[in-house]
């Protein structure tokens, strides 16, 4: 006999008619409840009677029967709900969505379709650690059933690692002047941020990457990170430029490679600083030739503070190493300032220590890139205090000096200080601003291009374009009040009303 059956949540099926080959008078009951199968489909089951007839004999008899699951008929048992864990990674501030599929396990249902919804969907920095989420199965019957799932979400420093033995070259246009952008390598991760400023010249900045097998380099007193970065700003036609004002750079370096030069040395990373020298990306390394010890910050950002960076203000671009302690170069600089004085250039600068320090070579260039000697100060061979220094340039040019100091040792070895930039206007050429003051538009007289600057009491910058000789300067936006309008290195206050 072909019975079917509706499927019971109780996980049983009854049957309750007596079989056709029982004889007169059988009075049969089941002697057991036939267990429901759970998957629609046809099942042939033995079911055995007991029972007595009319003259009080017991009958025992065994029937065969064909269950027939047919959800058709109603389905009223849950789905079956299965998880897996997940582990995510974020980035900075960003936000993850996830969805049921990835903490689903291979969910099912006896009766066909289903269905899943999370309890918690997205995750950001604020839910670093192990989160229980709740999926829930629902089938096409309305019946539903819940698994839990550990989702660990951790910080990830998105710090590029570099190649081994080969250098990688990234170009990014540097399209916003005060603000830092990201300059990314493989699979979009950090290599360095840079700030351009106010360079008109500079349109994009290119980076080469280089990184030995082992993560440190360098003799016992010199250790150093083997990854190097060579930095080189381009104007518009893709060209090398030197910059007119300081760059500021980010290099970021990954934490294994930090916590390598930090347990090496004994020197906390925030210590470390970036020093620069005239080698090029490739396998030769560090050479010393025109080192300079770079003023900088050690700093982080993202997502748990993952990515950890260096920071340093920067006109002479060239390949740039982490080192644990820069102060065993032979000089210390603590400072180093140009500035004008009547119609000379004066240079004061300053070192916390020295070590075999036979002299300072001032040197000169107006274009930033050739520099020649002009004169030479004494040093004072080996010092462990502060030295203040000074030298008056006599004869600078009209327009851009650049001015650095190059440091010789006793044996002929020689660094470099950082670039100062000071712009000298002759007496017969004056800037001037009219209307000053203006309610609409500004005009400049004796100048003939340049990029300018307007900036307020409080110092920010408010306004900045090119400027053509004879074309007007809208200022009818700005609020009335004090302004400076800086233009080729020269200021001039005005006012608007």
Not at 257 to 264: D, K, N, T, W, Y
Not at 357 to 371: C, K, P, Q, Y
Not at 382 to 396: A, E, K, T, W
Not at 468 to 483: E, H, M, W
Request: with cysteine; glycine share 8%.
């Amino acid at each position: 006999a072909n019975i079917k059956f509706h499927e019971w949540d109780d996980s049983r099926y009854g049957i309750t008619n007596s079989p056709a080959n029982a004889g007169p008078g059988a009075d049969l009951r089941f002697r057991a409840i036939v267990p429901a199968p759970t998957v629609p489909g046809t099942y042939p089951i033995t079911v055995e009677y007991e029972g007595s007839d009319d003259f009080g004999n017991t009958v025992m008899l065994t029937t065969n029967y064909t269950i027939i699951v047919d959800c058709a008929l109603g389905d009223q048992s849950p789905p079956l709900a299965l998880c897996q864990p997940l582990e995510l990674s974020i980035i900075d501030d960003e936000t993850i969505t996830i969805t049921p599929s990835q903490i689903d396990n291979g969910s099912s249902d006896n009766c066909g379709g289903i269905s899943g919804s999370l309890d918690q969907s997205n995750f950001t920095c604020a839910d670093l650690g192990i989160n229980s989420v709740t999926l829930t199965i629902t089938d096409d019957a309305g019946n539903s059933a819940n698994c839990q799932a550990n989702v660990t979400v951790t910080a990830d420093e998105n710090v590029a690692n570099g190649p081994v033995g080969s250098c990688t070259s990234v170009t990014r246009t540097l399209d916003s002047p005060f603000e830092f952008i990201d300059v990314t390598g493989p699979q979009n991760r950090l290599i360095a941020s840079v700030r351009k400023n106010v360079n008109p010249n500079v349109s994009s900045i290119r980076l080469d990457v280089y990184r030995e097998a082992a993560l440190t380099e360098g003799n016992a007193s010199e250790r150093r990170l083997s990854k190097r970065m060579t930095l080189t700003p381009l104007n518009a036609s893709g060209q090398p430029v030197t910059p007119t004002t300081p760059m500021n750079i980010r290099l970021y370096f990954r934490d294994v490679e930090i916590e390598a030069l930090e347990v090496e040395t004994g020197v906390d990373r925030s210590l470390f600083g970036l020093v620069k020298d005239d080698s090029e990306c490739g396998p030769a390394g560090f050479t010393g030739e025109n080192a300079v010890v770079l003023a900088t910050m050690y700093n982080t950002r993202g997502c748990n503070n993952a990515a950890q960076y260096y920071q340093a203000n920067v006109l002479q671009f060239s390949t740039f190493f982490l080192w644990a302690n820069p102060a065993v170069l032979p000089v210390e600089w603590l400072s180093f300032r140009a500035r004008p004085s009547g119609k000379q250039v004066q240079l004061d600068w300053s070192t916390t220590s020295e070590a075999n320090n036979a002299a300072f070579v001032i040197e000169h260039s107006t274009d930033g890139r050739l520099f020649q000697a002009i004169g030479q100060v004494d040093g004072s061979g080996n010092s462990s205090s502060q030295l203040d220094y000074q030298f008056f340039h006599g004869q600078p040019v009209n327009g851009n000096n650049y001015y650095r100091i190059r440091q010789l040792d006793y044996d002929g070895a020689s660094s470099l200080s950082e670039v100062r930039l000071v712009t000298m206007t002759s007496d017969e050429v004056k800037v001037a601003v009219y209307p000053n003051p203006s309610a609409d538009l500004l005009y400049l007289q004796g100048i003939e291009a340049g990029a300018i600057r307007i900036i307020d009491i409080q110092g920010r910058t408010i306004l900045e374009r090119d400027y053509q000789a004879g074309s007007a300067i809208s200022v009818a936006a700005l609020p009335a009040g004090r302004y400076l309008l800086l233009i080729n290195g020269r200021s001039v206050p005005w006012v608007k009303i």
